[in-house]
């Protein structure tokens, strides 16, 4: 049972930055097999696409919200898949989810949580004016 961890949120003022950590606990899940997306869920609206990355071609995509602002980020020795944010509004006030992709075929340029499983808890992010 493949088990994602995720941390680093938290209450940051706008125009101000924080990484996030998506981690695999407790058992043989690697970041560089296995895709790794980032979604994030505001109150209110849908889960949405915000950043993922490829395992066998480390092949990126951002939605057009975070493009130039966000950076998702793989660790291999430390079996993380980071994203950093910067410059950040309080439109980017979400709960924070990471999730895989076991066939690594479904980070496209529309950033779909479809087809993604294995979803952790989440991390608040909070952005105030």
């Known amino acids: 049972q493949v088990q994602l961890v995720e941390s680093g949120g938290g209450t940051v003022q706008s125009g101000g930055s924080l990484t996030l950590a998506c981690t695999p606990a407790?058992?043989?899940?690697?970041?560089?097999?296995?895709?790794i997306g980032w979604f994030r869920q505001a109150p209110g609206k849908e889960r949405g696409g915000v950043a993922c990355?490829?395992?066998?071609?480390?092949?990126?995509n951002y939605a057009d919200s975070v493009k130039g602002r966000f950076t998702i980020i793989r660790d291999f020795t430390k079996n993380t898949v980071s994203l950093q944010m910067q410059r950040l509004t309080p439109e980017d006030t979400a709960v924070y989810y990471c999730?895989?992709?076991?066939?690594?075929?479904?980070?496209?340029?529309?950033?779909?949580?479809?087809?993604?499983?294995?979803w952790g808890r989440g991390t608040q992010v909070t952005v105030s004016p």
């Open positions: 407790g058992s043989d899940f690697t970041v560089d097999f296995y895709g």
């Open positions: 999730a895989t992709d076991l066939y690594d075929n479904y980070c496209t340029s529309a950033v779909s949580p479809e087809k993604y499983t294995y």
């Open positions: 990355v490829r395992a066998r071609t480390g092949i990126k």
